[in-house]
C-alpha cells in the first residue's frame, strides 16, 4: 500500500492503475481478515477449516503488480522473463508433489488391499472372523516411500505408518474395521514376533500375526 501511494504521488502511476490495484489490495486485507478470524471458530471437521496458503501468492501477485507499475520498459521486460522462470518453477514444484501424493496414497491402498486378502483367506481356511487389530510398527518406519521425492508434515506422509486400519476401512469400502475394531497391542505378542525386526517391503507371513478373531500387525 505505501509502495502503491508513492508511485500515485510521484505520478509514475495513472488514476486508473491505481484505483485497480488499491481495490485488489483492499480485497485481499478484507478477505485475509476474515479468513484469519474464522480460521480460529472450532470445527469438527477439518475440510471446513479454511487454509490461508494462497495469501501468499495473492501477496506476491500484489508485489508484481506495483512492481510492473514502478519500472520502466527495460524493468518490465526483465520483471517478465523473472515471471516466467517463477511460473515454470512452481508448476515443475506443484506437479512434483501431485504426482507424489498420487503415487503415496496408492501405495498405502495396494497394501491395506493385500493385508485384507489375507484376512479373507484366514477367514475362509479357519471359519473365524477377524473383528480386532492390533498394530505397531518396526524399529525404523519410515514416513514415505522410498519412490516419493517430497513429503513434509503430513504431505505425502505415509497414511499406513500412522493409521494402519484407516486404510483397511478404505480397502474394505467403508464396511469394516471402524474405530471400535482397534485394540492395543498384546506384549507378549510384539516381544515374541516383532521387538528389533525391520523391514523395507510388505512381508504379510512376518508380518501379520492370527490368533483367533484378532489381528496383530506390524507395520513395516
Avoid at 479454511?50 to 503488480?65: E, H, K, V
Wanted: charged share 15%; glycine share 4%.
Amino acid at each position: 500500500l505505501c509502495l502503491l501511494l508513492y508511485g500515485w504521488q510521484q505520478k509514475k502511476i495513472g488514476r486508473r492503475p491505481f484505483c485497480s490495484v488499491l481495490l485488489a489490495e483492499i480485497f485481499f486485507i478484507l478477505l485475509a481478515m476474515s479468513l484469519s478470524i474464522a480460521v480460529y471458530q472450532p470445527n469438527h471437521y477439518a475440510e471446513v477449516t479454511p487454509r490461508l496458503m494462497y495469501g501468499m501468492y495473492a501477496a506476491q501477485m500484489l508485489f508484481l503488480m506495483l512492481t510492473y507499475l514502478l519500472t520502466g520498459s527495460r524493468g518490465k521486460q526483465l520483471l517478465f522473463c523473472l515471471s516466467a522462470f517463477y511460473l515454470c518453477i512452481q508448476i515443475v514444484s506443484c506437479n512434483t508433489i501431485m504426482m507424489n501424493h498420487y503415487i503415496s496414497n496408492e501405495e498405502d491402498l495396494q497394501v491395506a488391499r493385500e493385508a485384507y486378502a489375507q484376512i479373507q483367506y484366514y477367514e475362509q481356511t479357519t471359519g473365524k472372523e477377524i473383528k480386532h487389530i492390533a498394530w505397531c510398527t518396526d524399529t525404523n518406519c519410515e514416513n514415505k516411500y522410498p519412490n516419493v521425492y517430497y513429503q513434509y508434515g503430513q504431505i505425502n506422509e505415509r497414511v499406513l505408518s500412522q493409521t494402519a486400519y484407516c486404510m483397511l476401512v478404505m480397502a474394505t469400502d467403508n464396511q469394516r474395521f471402524t474405530d471400535e475394531a482397534l485394540v492395543p497391542m498384546k506384549a507378549e505378542i510384539y516381544d515374541q514376533y516383532f521387538k528389533g525386526k525391520n523391514w523395507d517391503v510388505f512381508l504379510p507371513q512376518e508380518q501379520m500375526i492370527f490368533q483367533g478373531d484378532t489381528l496383530y500387525w506390524c507395520i513395516y
